[in-house]
């Protein structure tokens, strides 16, 4: 079974990004609960402190993380983004998932709310 999810500007129905197969990253969001964007809908409201939050948990800070994220080409980044989180290691998904939280942080800082829909 897998975990597909995606964030989208509510407004503008722009996606920002989306993921295939990544269960410990949406453990790391599910975990903190954030707020449900209807109710009785799954679709959660990604903020700014969800997204600080679940940038600790993976340590997307750290020095040599930004230097791989620097180098990463958006070719390798949707590739990731696309396939298993199982297929890579750590070393791997770390920058991709600074580079994915910088995006969200971006969409989540303006005036449109920014959503996580998913299915498993």
Known sequence: MGMDMGFVKVDSQEEVASLRNHWALAESIFELAPPT???GYTDLVIEDWV???VSEQW??????????EAALSEAEFEQVC???EDE???SVLRP????LLERLYDAASGPDVLVC???A
């Open 37 to 39: 964007y209807k109710e």
């Open 51 to 53: 997204i600080e939050e």
């Open 59 to 68: 340590d997307v800070h750290d020095a040599e993380v930004v230097r791989a």
């Open 82 to 84: 696309d396939s298993s």
């Open 88 to 90: 890579h290691d750590l």
């Open 96 to 99: 991709v998932y600074r580079r």
């Open 117 to 119: 829909y998913w299915s």
